[in-house]
């Protein structure tokens, strides 16, 4: 039996849409051994909605490392618990994806390599913003190159907590892409490519003023907006009370801030604004982490 704990991401981080993200100190965990039939059981976080048959994604992902290594996959015993809240923002699907492929490979005493592993989870899921941290921990910034995924694994120095503002309905991924534009203007394409640049140069040299300054985005954001009811004053209120910076956490409804110094304030403001448009909402607050997926083999 194999045990992995996955933890809850953030993806975009502002203007870096589909291509950055960053793990949080919130966990999924997926147990897994061979069974002679497949019984799947959930605890947590989405436990009444979640599949418990073939379709269910920890059991798809992990079938799909069976396939890649051309392995019978057998019946399985599969017990998850979530934290990480489902369809709100924070990587819910990632983990599973993650959980399942990671679970799967060290069952199969690990023949996929860390390359493989992040192609394969990011095959599964679309894009890797999501899934590369919830695999590797820390900032990730990825994209797929002419034959192989390329990635970048970014270890900020500043001492930052992320505020996150979970609504309590959930916003499905695929409802959050379907009110994107097919084409962008020339001139937000360019403000995303420039602040995406800015952002990894802020964390890479620690520059808490140009991180303040370069969170903002042009190609998702505005769009999404008109699916979580005081999107924008709960971003532009929660800055007024400190915030480094305030995002839409992946594709929402979840708004995350992110701060170095006491945060209550901030915390504040981010209810009392939702809650001023009929949204209630949890506050967390997460600390980005660095270390992905572990893994416990008993």
Same mark, same amino acid.
């Given at each position: 039996?194999?045990?992995?704990?996955?933890?809850?991401?953030?993806?975009?981080?502002?203007?870096?849409?589909?291509?950055?993200?960053?793990?949080?100190?919130?966990?999924?965990?997926?147990?897994?051994?061979?069974?002679?039939?497949?019984?799947?059981?959930?605890?947590?976080?989405?436990?009444?909605?979640?599949?418990?048959?073939?379709?269910?994604?920890?059991?798809?992902?992990?079938?799909?490392?069976?396939?890649?290594?051309?392995?019978?996959?057998?019946?399985?015993?599969?017990?998850?618990?979530?934290?990480?809240?489902?369809?709100?923002?924070?990587?819910?699907?990632?983990?599973?994806?993650?959980?399942?492929?990671?679970?799967?490979?060290?069952?199969?005493?690990?023949?996929?390599?860390?390359?493989?592993?992040?192609?394969?989870?990011?095959?599964?899921?679309?894009?890797?913003? !999501?899934?590369?941290? #919830?695999?590797?921990? $820390? /900032?990730?910034?990825? +994209?797929? @190159?002419?034959?192989? =995924?390329?990635?970048?694994?970014?270890?900020?120095?500043?001492?930052?907590?992320?505020?996150?503002?979970?609504?309590?309905?959930?916003?499905?991924?695929?409802?959050?892409?379907?009110?994107?534009?097919?084409?962008?203007?020339?001139?937000?394409?360019?403000?995303?490519?420039?602040?995406?640049?800015?952002?990894?140069?802020?964390?890479?040299?620690?520059?808490?003023?140009?991180?303040?300054?370069?969170?903002?985005?042009?190609?998702?954001?505005?769009?999404?907006?008109?699916?979580?009811?005081?999107?924008?004053?709960?971003?532009? !209120?929660?800055?007024? #009370?400190?915030?480094? $910076? /305030?995002?839409?956490? +992946?594709? @929402?409804?979840?708004? =995350?801030?992110?701060?170095?110094?006491?945060?209550?304030?901030?915390?504040?403001?981010?209810?009392?604004?939702?809650?001023?448009?009929?949204?209630?909402?949890?506050?967390?607050?997460?600390?980005?982490?660095?270390?992905?997926?572990?893994?416990?083999?008993?």
């Amino acid at each position: 039996m194999v045990k992995v704990t996955v933890p809850a991401t953030t993806a975009n981080l502002g203007p870096g849409f589909d291509t950055m993200g960053m793990a949080l100190d919130m966990y999924n965990t997926v147990e897994m051994a061979i069974h002679d039939s497949l019984v799947i059981t959930v605890s947590g976080e989405g436990e009444s909605d979640i599949s418990l048959n073939e379709t269910n994604i920890v059991y798809q992902a992990a079938k799909m490392v069976f396939d890649q290594v051309e392995q019978h996959c057998p019946g399985l015993r599969i017990h998850l618990h979530n934290e990480v809240p489902v369809a709100r923002g924070l990587g819910s699907s990632a983990a599973a994806v993650v959980g399942g492929v990671v679970a799967a490979n060290a069952l199969l005493d690990n023949p996929l390599c860390e390359q493989e592993l992040a192609e394969l989870v990011t095959k599964i899921e679309g894009h890797p913003d !999501n899934v590369l941290p #919830a695999l590797l921990g $820390g /900032v990730i910034v990825a +994209g797929w @190159g002419k034959d192989k =995924l390329l990635y970048q694994k970014i270890v900020p120095g500043i001492q930052i907590e992320a505020v996150v503002a979970i609504p309590e309905f959930p916003l499905a991924t695929k409802k959050a892409r379907e009110v994107l534009p097919s084409t962008v203007s020339f001139q937000d394409a360019l403000f995303n490519v420039n602040r995406a640049s800015l952002l990894v140069t802020a964390l890479i040299t620690n520059n808490l003023q140009l991180l303040a300054e370069v969170m903002e985005d042009r190609l998702h954001q505005p769009y999404r907006c008109t699916l979580i009811p005081g999107m924008n004053e709960v971003i532009e !209120n929660a800055k007024a #009370a400190g915030a480094l $910076g /305030v995002v839409l956490s +992946g594709a @929402g409804p979840t708004i =995350l801030a992110l701060t170095t110094d006491d945060s209550k304030q901030v915390q504040t403001v981010m209810k009392e604004v939702f809650e001023a448009h009929g949204v209630k909402c949890n506050i967390r607050v997460l600390k980005p982490i660095l270390s992905g997926a572990k893994i416990d083999k008993s």
